[in-house]
């Protein structure tokens, strides 16, 4: 029961640092240009 909504909010915080990592990656190479 808790355990779950630990895993939900861990996959949560993975996707979360995914987009952070993938936009500042996105960032970064438009002031690239």
């Known amino acids: 029961m ?3 909504l630990i895993k939900t909010i ?3 915080l993975v996707i979360l ?3 952070t ?3 500042l ?3 970064a ?3 690239s240009k």
């Open 21 to 23: 990592s993938h936009g």
């Open 29 to 31: 190479r438009d002031k």
């Open 17 to 19: 640092l995914l987009e």
């Open 2 to 4: 808790a355990w779950d």
């Open 25 to 27: 990656r996105k960032t």
């Open 10 to 12: 861990q996959v949560s």
